[in-house]
């Protein structure tokens, strides 16, 4: 069978990020995306750069930090989008504009209020605008896969005209089936003449737990590139997920008659810094990236698979980087192997200060924790980088008092903007003294939206992650902390989604803007 390129097109960062509270700060983005290009991820989608300012600025930060990888940003068919989108993307070696506008009956009478025939004519108008800034122009026609055939193809035949060498299908609300979806592209790549000037691309929503299914009909029936995210983030139900498209095409090599260029090693550690920095966890059973995707519990699996691994294993762990997380360091290790181990996970530090700060919270942890694992030092950078953003508030000191048959209190001692305050509270748990007293001093007026504690690495003595998700007036933020002591973690985690409230690091849902 000859075999072609699968593009793969992460949308982590723009579709990703409609999920309802996934919303990441610039320099979580960053993060991310050059996570996604040491993954070989071959086409970025940074954000949907007029939707607002922090978008704007997020997708030139990507631009500007990632080199391997194409970085493309949304614009609907108008030209102030298309401007916005090139202005964001200027310093990026390979930039994309991504266009799109919808096709379907029931998207032109309602919610466009616009005939088929100006439909298509903005859609040309649009494309030919982000030819004059790149080669690399992609169209999707919004709601595909519920648009009357005779004009998709129409629309397709004029985009490609037009230059886009990339035209997408989506099933922009998770209605197709696959049977039907897959047949849909092999009509349209059949009918349309200059279909062969073009890549054609899917991109699938998950409203009926098909996203994946039909993203990979599609790649039987001609597609080439496939959108999806990271965890299956995304609007509602999310988006077709990554790693289940990669490993699907390559466990199945079989049929899938096309080969990603992804490093799948390095699938894991993408996953769990998206969920630590949406605050969105992994389900347990989530295939490749779930705690126990790759954990066989009966006694007959168990057995089956110490005799013969492929008896009941069709992927090894360690090709999706499930044993990234052997011990690496302990508290004699020394500045140069904990340099040296960063460098193993990818992780560069701006400044020998940022590396100095690093080591010494590396040793504070080892003090407290025998044994650290790669997720520690991951988790210790996003801290060092988190405290070196503007921060109103920082903890001095906590003390807690939790005492069965007593009411739980808290006193805590914050800096805020270096002046020295301290405020008792007592709460429902030691938690909730806690945030209670953080509140005495901040009077914040934010609701809490969620509360989340994962356990970095296995083991009592292991660190608790904790996720706060807070709101104030429609913006929403994740704060982050994690500590060997939760209640000290999710002190961290509230502070630090105070703070980002406070940075202007807020944002509203990327469409709403627009
Ligand atoms: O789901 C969808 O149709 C989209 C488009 C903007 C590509 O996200
Ligand atoms: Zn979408």
């Known amino acids: 069978m000859s075999r072609d390129k699968l593009v793969i097109f992460d949308t982590t960062l723009r579709d990703g990020e409609q999920s309802p509270g996934a919303s990441m700060t610039k320099d979580e983005k960053v993060r991310i995306a050059k996570m996604l290009e040491k993954m070989r991820v071959d086409v970025i989608e940074a954000g949907f750069a007029i939707a607002s300012q922090g978008d704007f600025e997020a997708v030139r930060a990507v631009a500007t930090a990632v080199k391997e990888s194409r970085v493309c940003s949304l614009a609907r068919a108008v030209f102030a989008d298309i401007d916005r989108a090139a202005e964001a993307l200027k310093g990026a070696t390979a930039p994309r504009i991504h266009t799109f506008i919808a096709t379907s009956p029931i998207h032109m009478k309602y919610k466009l209020n616009m005939e088929p025939e100006k439909v298509l004519e903005q859609a040309v108008k649009a494309i030919q605008r982000a030819r004059q800034y790149t080669d690399d122009v992609e169209f999707s026609l919004e709601d595909g896969s519920r648009s009357e055939f005779e004009f998709m193809c129409r629309i397709v035949e004029a985009a490609i005209a037009a230059g886009a060498s990339t035209i997408n299908i989506p099933d922009t609300v998770g209605y197709g089936e696959p049977g039907e979806y897959g047949a849909m592209f092999k009509r349209v790549i059949e009918a349309v003449p200059n279909s062969d000037k073009a890549i054609f691309s899917t991109h699938c929503h998950n409203d009926l737990g098909l996203a994946v299914a039909n993203s990979l009909s599609a790649v039987m029936n001609g597609a080439r590139q496939v959108e999806c995210t990271i965890n299956g983030l995304g609007e509602r139900a999310g988006n077709a997920a990554l790693e289940e498209i990669?490993?699907?095409?390559?466990?199945?090599?079989?049929?899938?008659?096309?080969?990603?260029?992804?490093?799948?090693?390095?699938?894991?550690?993408?996953?769990?810094?998206?969920?630590?920095?949406?605050?969105?966890?992994?389900?347990?059973?989530?295939?490749?990236?779930?705690?126990?995707?790759?954990?066989?519990?009966?006694?007959?699996?168990?057995?089956?698979?110490?005799?013969?691994?492929?008896?009941?294993?069709?992927?090894?762990?360690?090709?999706?980087?499930?044993?990234?997380?052997?011990?690496?360091?302990?508290?004699?290790?020394?500045?140069?192997?904990?340099?040296?181990?960063?460098?193993?996970?990818?992780?560069?530090?701006?400044?020998?200060?940022?590396?100095?700060?690093?080591?010494?919270?590396?040793?504070?942890?080892?003090?407290?924790?025998?044994?650290?694992?790669?997720?520690?030092?991951?988790?210790?950078?996003?801290?060092?980088?988190?405290?070196?953003?503007?921060?109103?508030?920082?903890?001095?000191?906590?003390?807690?008092?939790?005492?069965?048959?007593?009411?739980?209190?808290?006193?805590?001692?914050?800096?805020?903007?270096?002046?020295?305050?301290?405020?008792?509270?007592?709460?429902?748990?030691?938690?909730?003294?806690?945030?209670?007293?953080?509140?005495?001093?901040?009077?914040?007026?934010?609701d809490l939206l969620l509360y989340s504690v994962n356990a970095i690495t296995q083991g009592t003595d292991s660190q608790g992650e904790v996720t706060v998700r807070l709101e104030r007036r429609g913006q929403i933020v994740n704060g982050i902390g994690a500590d060997t002591d939760i209640v000290v973690a999710s002190a961290k985690a509230y502070l630090h989604a105070l703070n980002l409230l406070e940075a202007g690091n807020r944002r509203e849902h990327p469409q709403h803007g627009v």
Request: net charge negative; proline share 3%; aromatic share 6%.
């Open 246 to 446: 990669v490993m699907a095409v390559r466990t199945r090599k079989d049929v899938f008659p096309v080969d990603t260029g992804i490093v799948t090693e390095h699938i894991v550690a993408t996953s769990r810094m998206v969920s630590t920095i949406t605050g969105f966890p992994v389900q347990p059973n989530k295939a490749i990236v779930g705690m126990n995707a790759f954990a066989h519990e009966s006694g007959i699996h168990q057995d089956g698979v110490l005799k013969h691994r492929e008896t009941y294993e069709i992927m090894r762990a360690q090709d999706v980087g499930w044993n990234a997380n052997k011990i690496v360091l302990g508290k004699h290790s020394g500045r140069a192997a904990v340099k040296a181990r960063f460098e193993e996970l990818g992780i560069a530090f701006d400044s020998p200060a940022q590396l100095a700060e690093v080591f010494e919270r590396f040793k504070a942890l080892a003090d407290k924790k025998h044994e650290i694992f790669d997720e520690d030092l991951q988790a210790l950078v996003s801290q060092v980088q988190e405290a070196e953003a503007v921060e109103t508030y920082a903890m001095e000191s906590l003390e807690v008092c939790s005492k069965t048959g007593t009411t739980p209190k808290a006193r805590i001692v914050l800096l805020v903007n270096n002046e020295r305050l301290s405020a008792e509270a007592e709460g429902s748990g030691p938690v909730d003294a806690t945030y209670k007293a953080i509140e005495v001093i901040a009077k914040s007026n934010t």
